[in-house]
């Protein structure tokens, strides 16, 4: 069944577990999250970045995540990842998304909060739940890059503000993560995690989260993040799946048969976060 974001989070907060959140760019990604939550009994949420929207189109990505979760055995939420602006989140939830990310992080403090505010105060009034950012996580998504020089943790005290403020659902906070594939170890600073959990009651959510050692994102997780985003992972799985098939079938032509064993690695690598995850069983 399809269901807010914030249903999903608030057990997930409740229970010390965290959602998935997968990126969907087509219909074989989409099955294999769908198939890895019913063979582990886990909500999750599907979710369409920017990148993912301009490749298959809002329409595409709708229909594919609204019937996924509509046949699901398991609780789905279909979420926009990292929103640019107003339009794109009212396209979204006319479109029929259950959860959106306004990400206004680029901006000011007082900024993101009118942004985000605004949003919130539409998307509430229809029974859509809202993710925002505060903070600046690195990496790259998209066409927008932040370096490690420019990524900024999120202050705290910021965050009570902008929480009380905005009376957004979730927050996305920068503590270390970055997205794509990480050079080193990334260091997540579980002390801000802790100040942030201790100063507001929201669930809280992580970025960037491929590449991140799975004790981190335990510890992270009993610290209070609630839903965790993977994206990398997922492709890496897939480009890898694909070669190896490919180098080994070179005169294979059919999609079908290509695609086919690269949608059951990707299924695997998601089954086995959301074991690390503990959403594994709470559905
Ligand atoms: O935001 C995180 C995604 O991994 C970015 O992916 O290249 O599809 O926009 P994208
Ligand atoms: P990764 O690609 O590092 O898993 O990040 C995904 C993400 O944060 C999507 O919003
Ligand atoms: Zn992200
Ligand atoms: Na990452």
Redesign the pocket.
């Known amino acids: 069944m399809l269901v807010t974001g914030k249903e999903l989070l608030l057990d997930a907060q409740k229970n010390n577990y965290a959602v998935g959140a997968f990126?969907i760019?087509n219909m074989e990604v989409v099955q294999a999250i769908i198939q890895a939550a019913e063979e582990t009994n886990s909500p999750v949420i599907l979710q369409?970045?920017?990148?993912?929207?301009?490749?298959a189109g809002v329409e595409y990505i709708a229909a594919l995540g609204k019937l996924a979760g509509k046949n699901a055995k398991v609780p789905v939420a279909l979420h926009l990842?990292?929103g640019t602006d107003f339009e794109q989140v009212m396209q979204c939830i006319r479109h029929g998304f259950t959860s959106v990310m306004i990400d206004a992080s680029r901006f000011p403090l007082e900024e993101n909060i009118q942004y985000t505010k605004k949003v919130v105060e539409i998307a509430h009034s229809v029974g859509v739940t809202v993710e925002a950012e505060l903070g600046k996580i690195g990496?790259?998504?998209?066409?927008?890059t932040v370096s490690e020089k420019d990524a900024t943790f999120t202050d705290p005290k910021e965050a009570k503000i902008f929480a009380e403020e905005t009376g957004v659902d979730y927050l996305a906070i920068a503590v270390g993560t970055a997205?794509?594939v990480y050079k080193g170890e990334p260091k997540l600073d579980y002390d801000r995690i802790e100040e942030i959990r201790n100063t507001i009651d929201i669930p809280l959510v992580l970025?960037?989260s491929?590449g991140v050692p799975s004790e981190s994102l335990q510890k992270a997780i009993s610290l209070g993040i609630c839903k965790i985003?993977i994206?990398?992972d997922i492709?890496a799985a897939f480009a890898k799946t694909v070669k190896e098939y490919v180098a080994e079938n070179p005169d294979q032509i059919d999609p079908r048969k290509i695609l086919g064993p690269a949608t059951v690695a990707m299924k695997e690598v998601i089954k086995e976060k959301m074991n690390i995850f503990g959403s594994a069983g709470k559905a």
């Open positions: 990126n760019n369409a970045s920017q990148g993912g929207l301009k490749y990842d990292h990496g790259t998504e998209d066409h927008i997205h794509g970025h960037g491929s985003n994206d990398t492709r």
